[in-house]
């Protein structure tokens, strides 16, 4: 076959086929291939014309199609499968030839990758895609890492294929290495941090607030025209609107309450504490859905204990405290995100500008906001920024909805409603903001038991006291 195809995809599940559709509808034209012919026939006949999309079950015939130097994404499960399709690749590709990987694969697996392919001179880069199946059909916020001349290959169809914010593309190299990876995985990592918090909030306002599903509708769709806007809080009202199809009644109200998960927002909250940074949301948003895995259990346990039945409420003013709650709360979450790309950066020499990944993911994305507007400009503003509620952009953000949240927490544990996410983001803003804590104590006891030593506040240098003496 002549090699007249501009960009190459293995995987055409739905967010494969999606995403080359886009490529072909962006002037460039794409070859696709899978093991499977009803996948390939499939994007043959969405595509319509072969000349510009086309597809085969034939791996020779797939690489022989391309251009030279050959860029080959994978759209396929992360794992042994990308290592299987990389080795599958190698006998028919050139030095100089570029394959990303797209999915969600685990930043020291495309470090692994990188070198091994780098030895047989050929590039390799993570690329992190957000957006789901829609976002891949039209425009999904990309975060490629790796190696920056091979990007450049790939640059023009990245930026024509991404989502755009105001006219911007919500692509841009990232750093070398994983960084593409890591900045998918953390972004994945606040994202569950987002989604526990939004449940939460649905939580008080049906039990509480008594809110039926055509009111929650209208109050997220409400917030979603102010500060609260976002793709999370949009879809949110849009699922309050759906109806059973399959019986009566909302079809939120249907379905089990068993959060499943892949394994990013797992591997987030290990990494952080690797590295030694504290992410509590998105650690508890990881337990909460391991949690709702023990439904057997949970009914159980439900039925020995005593719960207390939620105080009345100016569902009004309770409506109001929940904005400025998950506001705050949102606020936190890609605080903690933002300070463990930040310390990432430093650790595995990412290179990362918090200011640039903040404005990739302004749109396309699952975690795209309008809050992430600001935190684009707050880090534009200062580079160096190690926390984003250092941020005196963020002070009076912050202020003036801190004080809901407490109220809301406080409803929560004396009635009996649990709100793990916006207490342990509430708890973590209330400890980075105390400039004492009481862990002198704890010091004190690891000395005791285990001579482990201390620091003093009056004196330089390294303690230790033989307590039992």
């Not at 914010?165 to 994945?188: D, I, R």
């Not at 509480?208 to 929650?216: H, I, K, P, Q």
């Not at 590295?275 to 508890?284: A, E, Q, R, W």
């Amino acid at each position: 076959m002549t090699k007249t195809y501009d960009f190459g995809l293995v995987g055409l599940g739905v967010m494969g086929r999606n995403f080359i559709l886009n490529v072909a509808d962006n002037g460039f034209t794409a070859f696709g291939n899978d093991l499977d012919d009803e996948k390939v026939n499939a994007l043959i006949s969405e595509g319509g014309d072969t000349n510009k999309v086309n597809a085969s079950t034939d791996l020779k015939t797939f690489v022989d199609a391309l251009t030279t130097p050959r860029k080959i994404m994978l759209l396929v499960p992360a794992g042994k499968v990308v290592d299987i399709v990389i080795e599958s690749l190698l006998p028919h590709l050139d030095k100089g030839d570029i394959i990303i990987d797209g999915g969600n694969s685990f930043f020291t697996d495309t470090d692994r990758r990188e070198a091994y392919l780098k030895e047989k001179g050929i590039n390799f880069f993570g690329a992190g895609v957000s957006g789901g199946a829609k976002g891949a059909r039209l425009g999904p916020s990309i975060m490629p890492g790796g190696s920056r001349d091979a990007y450049q290959h790939v640059k023009p169809i990245f930026e024509a294929v991404s989502a755009k914010y105001k006219g911007e593309p919500c692509v841009a190299y990232l750093g070398p290495k994983s960084a593409g990876n890591y900045v998918k995985m953390v972004h994945n990592g606040i994202e569950y941090g987002l989604m526990q918090l939004t449940s939460e909030i649905y939580d008080l306002l049906k039990k509480a607030g008594g809110l039926s599903n055509e009111e929650l509708h209208d109050t997220f769709s409400k917030w979603n025209e102010g500060r609260l806007q976002s793709f999370l809080v949009e879809i949110t009202s849009e699922i309050f609107e759906q109806k059973d199809g399959l019986g009566d009644g909302h079809l939120v109200d249907k379905i089990l309450d068993k959060a499943k998960q892949k394994g990013t927002g797992k591997w987030t909250s290990q990494n952080a504490m690797d590295l030694g940074i504290p992410v509590p949301t998105i650690d508890v948003a990881v337990s909460m859905r391991e949690i709702s895995a023990l439904k057997d259990e949970r009914i159980k346990a439900d039925e020995l204990y005593g719960r207390p039945n939620p105080a009345d409420v100016d569902k009004a003013d309770f409506t109001n405290k929940a904005e400025q709650a998950l506001y705050f709360a949102f606020i936190v979450t890609y605080a903690q995100g933002m300070h463990q790309l930040a310390d990432a950066s430093k650790e595995y020499g990412y290179e990362l500008e918090l200011g640039e990944i903040a404005k990739i993911w302004r749109a396309g994305c699952i975690i795209r906001a309008a809050l992430l507007a600001d935190i684009t400009e707050a880090y534009q503003a200062n580079e160096s920024l190690e926390n984003l509620l250092l941020s005196p952009s963020f002070v009076e953000k912050v202020q003036v909805t801190v004080a809901a949240a407490r109220e809301l927490v406080a409803y929560g544990a004396t009635n009996g409603i649990p709100l793990p996410g916006l207490s342990n983001a509430l708890t973590y803003f209330d400890a980075y903001t105390s400039s004492r804590l009481p862990l002198n104590l704890i010091q004190a006891q690891r000395d005791y038991f285990g001579s482990h030593t201390y620091e003093r506040v009056d004196k330089e240098g390294i303690f230790h006291t033989e307590w039992e003496e």
